[in-house]
């Protein structure tokens, strides 16, 4: 029956956008466990403006300063990641993709000299602006709702793209919501042709 089957498909997203990202969470957890005991991934955070250093555009957003700082984007990277992913993990995984390409240069580009930036804060915030104007440039009224609920619970985390603490990376938290953002034009639905029926 289609009623059926939707479940089914309904079930099969949920459990597979749950999946990967408690899956991921996980890594990073294990990750920061390994780098705390042996000190041995320190280096692949992102220093600026230095060619050698692109190679860790994408490391940079698994590895964390300690574990309060793992600790503080774990939960939202759960969230905004599990929300997300339900749209599909294909697209999931180009969104994120792009938000670590677009976040890591723009660090990469005009972080402070002499810093070493690591974390997943910027993909926690790509995911928020993808998020957030999704719906819209979709024009999917569910999209939209989702965005207006992640406005209500992490609206308020926007102000961290602004150079408030010396010791945030703002760059990372605002070059991410940019990713997140042109993420959501790249990877927007395609339109059904005027008139087309859904059986």
Known sequence: MPDSSIDRTAVRRIKAAAGLMLGWVALLWVLEAVDTATGALGTYGLSPRETGELRDVIPMAFLHHGFDHLASNA????????????????????VVLTIMVVGGLGVWLTAADNSVTAGASGVVFGLLGYLLVRGFVNRSAVDI??????????????????????????????FGLVGGVLAAFMFRRPKRPAGALIS
């Not at 939960?75 to 180009?94: E, N, T, W």
């Not at 992490?154 to 010791?167: C, D, H, I, M």
């Open 75 to 94: 939960v939202p990277l759960l969230v905004l990641g599990f929300l997300a992913a339900l749209g599909g993990i294909g697209r999931f995984l180009r």
């Open 145 to 174: 709702v989702v965005g207006l609920l992640v406005l209500v619970m992490y609206g308020s985390a926007l102000w961290g793209v602004l150079p408030t603490n010396p010791s945030v990376s703002w760059q990372g938290h605002l």
